[in-house]
């Protein structure tokens, strides 16, 4: 690309210099209790892991482990809570509390942001323009609907669940955070939250400012720990509904549980989705669309565009458009802000990317990564494309959950839709066209709870988000995202 625009003789030099963004507004403490009854604990247990930075493998502290005690004491903390204090509150003051965290995140964005970027590998970039400012308006989302349940449910008697049990994972973990706390607390709900295991620091940052916010104690307890801790929290006798984000093995396991004790659940588990690009599409603004959703999150994404099926008449020509693009995406240090793509979020993440690629190749499907060079230090993986991959090839099916596209191609509409369905999961998909009834037709026919249309990864707090067949069920975001944390009943007679 260089070559095209260099007059001869003259030699651009068309590196970005690096713009760090400082860590210093960030304080990590060298350890972390557990956060219960409105205080930092120390666990039971007496355990705790060690917490590590992805871009450069330091320590950044040690995270205590909760057990079935400490879980069963966040459990109690959080029934007293929601029995004496916030389930009787009303929702005209609920609503400041939740108003309040909303403010205080974007107050203290940047911090959230770069505690985000150093715990996670994400680029910054991701973390100050996504993350954070999407948690902090499902707050204000909630907080407005805290005082008009009534509408959101007319006609019906609305009351919490009660103590609802949640556990995330690590590719969002202040975002998913905010997915799960503030609709459980605008319903009159308290919590006990399970952040993933290798991202933690900004949970426990968020309990900091739930201090300083003075939310009553109680109402939100975060037990950190691994799966042993999760399980215990599914395990617990006294949580009344159950929440869980993460992948679909774990989700089945939890939905067997949930079943056998008649606990309510919503599962938000992983994903497969197909850009679907017809010859009629603007294939630049495709380009663009392709790359960022599944380059620059590192392929963290569950919703991850991580297949692409282009019509065959212009599968070469975007291909080829494509790594011309991926040429130019920075991968690197992720508190550069000039960074596209960051580190993996784990040494274990990135031998689970290495070993599907390895299948990719040894099935016969045709690899490439732009040459770039990757820091000596920390977990990296080259953005790669597949090219000649059939439907029945792993990568084709499997979530790979890092930096790695499938392409495959499609004739007729009917073989798209065909193509894109023909998964386990069910989350998203992406239609680039210029025929808007091709839009219609192909958001009616294809199994994904979120169609975007010539955009991806949109999210707003007001449109529902989850999936279909093994990408989970019940929806985050929205009116639908409430309904899971009320109980409804009829009226009673004579009241409206
Ligand atoms: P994971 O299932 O391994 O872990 C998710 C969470 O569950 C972590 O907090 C983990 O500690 C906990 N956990 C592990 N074993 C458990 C058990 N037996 N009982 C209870 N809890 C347990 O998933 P992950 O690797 O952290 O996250 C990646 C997965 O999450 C991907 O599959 C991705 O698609 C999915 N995801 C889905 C969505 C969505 O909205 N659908 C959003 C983000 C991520």
């Given at each position: 690309?260089?070559?095209?625009?260099?007059?001869?003789?003259?030699?651009?030099?068309?590196?970005?210099?690096?713009?760090?963004?400082?860590?210093?507004?960030?304080?990590?403490?060298?350890?972390?209790?557990?956060?219960?009854?409105?205080?930092?604990?120390?666990?039971?247990?007496?355990?705790?892991?060690?917490?590590?930075?992805?871009?450069?493998?330091?320590?950044?502290?040690?995270?205590?482990?909760?057990?079935?005690?400490?879980?069963?004491?966040?459990?109690?903390?959080?029934?007293?809570?929601?029995?004496?204090?916030?389930?009787?509150?009303?929702?005209?003051?609920?609503?400041?509390?939740?108003?309040?965290?909303?403010?205080?995140?974007?107050?203290?964005?940047?911090?959230?942001?770069?505690?985000?970027?150093?715990?996670?590998?994400?680029?910054?970039?991701?973390?100050?323009?996504?993350?954070?400012?999407?948690?902090?308006?499902?707050?204000?989302?909630?907080?407005?609907?805290?005082?008009?349940?009534?509408?959101?449910?007319?006609?019906?008697?609305?009351?919490?669940?009660?103590?609802?049990?949640?556990?995330?994972?690590?590719?969002?973990?202040?975002?998913?955070?905010?997915?799960?706390?503030?609709?459980?607390?605008?319903?009159?709900?308290?919590?006990?939250?399970?952040?993933?295991?290798?991202?933690?620091?900004?949970?426990?940052?968020?309990?900091?400012?739930?201090?300083?916010?003075?939310?009553?104690?109680?109402?939100?307890?975060?037990?950190?720990?691994?799966?042993?801790?999760?399980?215990?929290?599914?395990?617990?006798?006294?949580?009344?509904?159950?929440?869980?984000?993460?992948?679909?093995?774990?989700?089945?396991?939890?939905?067997?549980?949930?079943?056998?004790?008649?606990?309510?659940?919503?599962?938000?588990?992983?994903?497969?989705?197909?850009?679907?690009?017809?010859?009629?599409?603007?294939?630049?603004?495709?380009?663009?669309?392709?790359i960022n959703g599944i380059y620059f999150n590192q392929g963290h994404v569950c919703c991850a565009g991580s297949r692409l099926l282009v019509q065959e008449s212009i599968a070469e020509s975007f291909v080829d458009r494509l790594k011309n693009?991926?040429?130019?995406?920075?991968?690197?240090?992720?508190?550069?802000?000039?960074?596209?793509?960051?580190?993996?979020?784990?040494?274990?993440?990135?031998?689970?990317?290495?070993?599907?690629?390895?299948?990719?190749?040894?099935?016969?499907?045709?690899?490439?990564?732009?040459?770039?060079?990757?820091?000596?230090?920390?977990?990296?993986?080259?953005?790669?494309?597949?090219?000649?991959?059939?439907?029945?090839?792993?990568?084709?099916?499997?979530?790979?959950?890092?930096?790695?596209?499938?392409?495959?191609?499609?004739?007729?509409?009917?073989?798209?839709?065909?193509?894109?369905?023909?998964?386990?999961?069910?989350?998203?998909?992406?239609?680039?066209?210029?025929?808007?009834?091709?839009?219609?037709?192909?958001?009616?026919?294809?199994?994904?709870?979120?169609?975007?249309?010539?955009?991806?990864?949109?999210?707003?707090?007001?449109?529902?988000?989850?999936?279909?067949?093994?990408?989970?069920?019940?929806?985050?975001?929205?009116?639908?995202?409430?309904?899971?944390?009320?109980s409804l009943s009829s009226p009673k007679r004579g009241s409206r």
């Amino acid at each position: 690309m260089a070559d095209a625009i260099e007059p001869a003789g003259v030699k651009f030099n068309l590196e970005y210099a690096p713009a760090l963004e400082s860590t210093s507004i960030v304080k990590i403490d060298a350890e972390y209790g557990l956060f219960i009854g409105g205080k930092f604990v120390e666990p039971k247990s007496g355990e705790t892991f060690a917490t590590v930075s992805p871009s450069t493998e330091e320590t950044l502290a040690r995270i205590s482990s909760a057990s079935a005690a400490d879980v069963d004491r966040a459990v109690k903390a959080a029934r007293k809570a929601q029995t004496e204090i916030w389930g009787p509150m009303s929702g005209r003051d609920r609503a400041k509390y939740l108003f309040r965290i909303a403010r205080q995140l974007q107050e203290r964005a940047r911090e959230f942001a770069v505690l985000e970027t150093i715990d996670g590998g994400k680029p910054i970039r991701e973390s100050r323009d996504v993350d954070v400012p999407l948690a902090a308006a499902h707050f204000f989302y909630h907080a407005g609907w805290a005082d008009k349940l009534e509408y959101a449910f007319p006609d019906r008697r609305i009351a919490p669940k009660g103590v609802v049990g949640q556990i995330i994972p690590w590719n969002f973990p202040l975002l998913m955070l905010a997915w799960k706390v503030a609709p459980a607390l605008a319903t009159g709900n308290t919590v006990v939250l399970k952040p993933a295991e290798t991202t933690s620091l900004t949970a426990l940052l968020f309990a900091q400012l739930l201090q300083d916010i003075d939310l009553p104690p109680g109402v939100v307890n975060i037990v950190t720990g691994a799966g042993a801790t999760g399980s215990a929290l599914v395990e617990h006798k006294d949580v009344d509904k159950l929440a869980f984000t993460g992948s679909t093995s774990v989700g089945k396991q939890i939905q067997r549980s949930a079943a056998a004790r008649g606990v309510p659940l919503t599962l938000e588990l992983g994903g497969k989705a197909a850009h679907i690009v017809f010859e009629d599409a603007a294939l630049d603004q495709a380009v663009e669309g392709v790359i960022n959703g599944i380059y620059f999150n590192q392929g963290h994404v569950c919703c991850a565009g991580s297949r692409l099926l282009v019509q065959e008449s212009i599968a070469e020509s975007f291909v080829d458009r494509l790594k011309n693009r991926l040429a130019t995406v920075r991968v690197g240090n992720p508190l550069d802000k000039n960074t596209d793509v960051g580190a993996i979020n784990s040494a274990e993440q990135l031998g689970r990317i290495t070993e599907l690629v390895a299948a990719g190749v040894a099935e016969g499907a045709e690899l490439y990564q732009p040459e770039c060079s990757l820091p000596d230090r920390g977990y990296w993986f080259r953005p790669t494309i597949f090219t000649n991959v059939q439907q029945s090839h792993r990568i084709a099916r499997e979530e790979i959950f890092g930096p790695v596209l499938s392409v495959l191609t499609f004739r007729t509409p009917e073989e798209a839709v065909a193509k894109a369905n023909d998964t386990q999961y069910g989350l998203s998909a992406g239609i680039w066209t210029e025929k808007g009834s091709k839009i219609l037709w192909m958001a009616n026919e294809l199994d994904a709870g979120v169609v975007w249309a010539n955009t991806f990864n949109q999210f707003d707090a007001a449109s529902p988000f989850g999936g279909y067949k093994e990408s989970g069920f019940g929806r985050e975001g929205g009116l639908q995202g409430l309904a899971p944390y009320v109980s409804l009943s009829s009226p009673k007679r004579g009241s409206r």
